[in-house]
């Protein structure tokens, strides 16, 4: 289904936004409409592009209208009424990659080609997708393990969240 006012109000009771507010252009209407759908106390997991500053040609070619700091994602999850259960940074490993990137871009160094995901050029049984994944799923449990302690940035932010009752 890919037109969520056909669902029914209350009628939901989990709703994932993975990587999908950056790409709306009014958030907060998109976010009442979906907030609309979910029963009360239904969960909400959000994950959003971390850091405004970091935004770059690649944004725009996936489409991004913004990227999103803690207390930004924070302020429009209250906005809303949402209860935040977790919240955390991910892909710490990662965001100072980016962030010499964003600078090697800004300098003017270097041409970049934006490619989306559909243009790797490896199968899912692969050993380099299979050890990227691994490196992946690995930063992503000590980026939650250390986000539990302390509030390091990373690439992207997740927020686990409740509908109020």
């Not at 964003?102 to 559909?118: A, C, F, Q, Y």
Request: hydrophobic content about 40%.
């Amino acid at each position: 289904m890919d037109d969520v006012s056909a669902l029914e109000n209350s009628s939901v009771d989990c709703v994932l936004l993975m990587d999908v507010l950056e790409h709306v252009e009014h958030e907060h209407s998109f976010l009442e409409l979906v907030l609309d759908k979910l029963k009360a106390n239904g969960k909400i997991l959000i994950t959003v592009p971390a850091w405004q500053f970091l935004f770059s040609s690649h944004d725009s070619f996936l489409k991004h209208y913004r990227r999103y700091s803690r207390q930004q994602m924070i302020s429009v999850l209250k906005r809303h009424n949402i209860e935040i259960e977790q919240n955390y940074y991910f892909f710490i490993s990662l965001f100072l990659l980016r962030c010499f990137s964003k600078l090697i871009e800004k300098l003017g160094k270097k041409e970049r080609k934006n490619r989306g995901v559909g243009q790797w050029g490896y199968d899912e049984r692969s050993i380099v997708t299979r050890t990227l994944l691994l490196m992946l799923n690995i930063d992503f449990m000590i980026s939650k393990t250390i986000g539990k302690h302390l509030r390091l940035p990373g690439l992207s932010f997740l927020a686990v969240c409740r509908k109020k009752g």
